[in-house]
């Protein structure tokens, strides 16, 4: 996905993660945020302690279930990995078509009356409103994003025959691409084996080998059927294109992959692209496992190698070197390391399997200042060679405005405030932010202190104020405020707030 010439990696919609405490109630840690993160960037994120951050860094990735909202992710495609929703909604499509159309007549009726509301009134329906559209809006979503055009067709099963075939022929390719990879590891092994001594390991080459070409054989075959099948869909598409809605709705089709809806294998197997670096080195570390084995498990586990493989050293020695630590380490445990050198350990797990995003979360916050540096500087050099992602949480402004290309500010479970990050300092528009800003140490000692920067206490997110939740603690406060959220909107280039009353010194 395309967006202002960057690609979009991933792409967050009213994110919920609603912790259930019992008896309908809830601490509504993330509670509806939207945000896209750009590939190749770092995206800052900050904000009090327990606004949310720590839990959204492990939602996007899905260590906790979601309660709402989606997670699209751009990194693989959609067609290579069919997941099982896919087929779920093209086989639904007719029963998911008649719901649509109920949402909208709901919605339509909803905006007649609301419509011939007082002001008063209208403030007192917002929440509503804003309700039944996001219903409708969903709905449509969900359908177009992957049929797109086809949803005005009135009698679809030809159309959803030929989907499921295609999704079911997508899901063979994609086993298949598994066997591959698999055989060649094998081949890989075997070589490296026989590296000194070819003719020794002849048979077992050749039959490996075979192995590799078999499959691709395969694969070619299968692939061969699939775009068979994009043919005869691509015509059944041409009776359709007089519609004007036809168009509209192809411009909706969206070949990302909503995290959420994957099946528990299906994610199994993104996770390698998906990685989390924990604030404290120590505890994360199984102290029983040295180096190599602590950094050889996801290797294992995404089948980069086979177990006791002798190319696997190799590669951790590889990884090991990249993140400044010595290769006589590899035999070492946890506990015979300080904390900078722990910490390595852990981003040298982290980006082992070649991740796309990695979530740092609090990576540096417990290091010495000193050591912190060594450690960012490690992380952006591996940024940029590997062409990773970023999405960097910590207390320490002083840290992620260094290091955050963009900067994005949490107040009790929804974004406040995100822009480039010399944008957000240069001219903050959320009360928030400003006082985050202005809580800034400006002396060395104070430089890791907890962000604890407004007067009165910081309220509950089991039971948040009403409107917008900063009410409670904001300078700015006026009558609407206590009532209606604000929207999350887009105010100048890439810069979005959700305020009534945007810092106007800085517009
Ligand atoms: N697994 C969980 N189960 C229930 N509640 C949780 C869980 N994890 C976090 N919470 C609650 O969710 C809210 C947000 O917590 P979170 O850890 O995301 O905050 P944070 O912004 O990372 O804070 P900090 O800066 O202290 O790390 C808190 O009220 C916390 O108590
Ligand atoms: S919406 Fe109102 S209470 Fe909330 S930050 Fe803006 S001015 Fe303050
Ligand atoms: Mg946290």
Not at 170 to 180: A, C, I
Not at 312 to 338: N, T, W
């Amino acid at each position: 996905m395309q967006s202002n010439d960057r690609k979009v990696l991933l792409s967050i919609r009213d994110l919920k993660q609603w912790f259930p405490l019992g008896k309908g109630i809830y601490n509504k840690a993330n509670d509806g945020i939207s945000i896209d993160i750009y590939e190749g960037e770092t995206f800052g994120l900050v904000g009090e302690s327990g606004c949310g951050k720590s839990t959204l860094g492990r939602t996007i990735l899905q260590v906790y279930k979601q309660t709402d909202g989606r997670t699209m992710y751009y990194g693989e495609s959609l067609d290579e990995l069919a997941p099982e929703y896919v087929r779920n909604t093209i086989k639904n499509l007719d029963a998911k078509r008649k719901d649509l159309v109920k949402l909208e007549e709901k919605r339509d009726k909803f905006i007649e009356e609301y419509e011939k509301l007082s002001d008063e009134q209208k403030i007192e329906k917002t929440e509503e409103f804003r309700l039944v559209k996001k219903q409708a809006y969903d709905a449509l979503f969900d359908i177009t994003s992957i049929v797109g055009g086809f949803i005005v067709a009135e009698d679809l099963k030809p159309f959803t025959y030929h989907d499921i075939k295609i999704i079911d022929i997508s899901r063979t390719l994609h086993n298949l691409n598994l066997k591959l990879d698999d055989k060649n590891v094998v081949l890989a092994d075997v070589e490296y084996t026989y590296k000194d001594d070819e003719t020794k390991g002849k048979d077992k080459i050749e039959a490996a080998k075979k192995a590799v070409t078999d499959t691709e054989a395969e694969i070619a075959e299968v692939r061969k059927l699939l775009a068979k099948e994009h043919e005869v869909l691509e015509e059944m598409r041409e009776p359709l294109r007089s519609d004007p809605r036809f168009e509209e709705y192809e411009q909706w089709k969206d070949d990302g992959i909503d995290l959420a809806r994957l099946k528990n294998e299906e994610m199994r197997q993104l996770r390698k692209d998906l990685q989390l670096i924990f604030q404290d080195p120590y505890s994360s570390l199984n102290p029983r496992m040295s180096v190599g084995q602590i950094i050889g498990e996801g290797l294992l586990a995404h089948n980069f190698f086979k177990k006791n493989s002798p190319r696997m050293q190799e590669r951790i020695l590889k990884v090991m070197d990249d993140c400044g630590l010595a290769p006589y380490f590899v035999h070492r445990y946890p506990h015979q390391f300080s904390g900078g050198q722990r910490q390595r350990i852990g981003i040298a797990r982290s980006l082992a399997t070649n991740p796309k995003f990695v979530v740092c979360d609090e990576a540096v916050s417990a290091l010495d200042v000193s050591i912190q540096s060594q450690i960012i500087n490690l992380l952006s050099d591996l940024k940029d060679q590997q062409n990773l992602t970023y999405l960097f949480i910590t207390h320490d402004l002083s840290v992620v405005k260094y290091i955050s290309d963009r900067i994005g500010v949490m107040y009790l479970g929804n974004m406040v405030e995100l822009a480039d990050s010399q944008e957000i300092f240069d001219h903050p528009l959320h009360p928030y932010t400003e006082a985050l800003l202005g809580a800034i140490p400006t002396t060395d000692v104070d430089q890791s202190r907890e962000l604890q920067i407004l007067e009165g206490d910081i309220p509950s997110p089991v039971n948040p104020p009403s409107g917008c939740k900063f009410h409670t603690r904001c300078k700015y406060c006026t009558d609407i405020c206590t009532k209606v959220v604000p929207e999350w909107q887009e105010i100048r280039d890439n810069h979005f707030v959700a305020c009534h009353h945007l810092l106007e010194n800085n517009l």
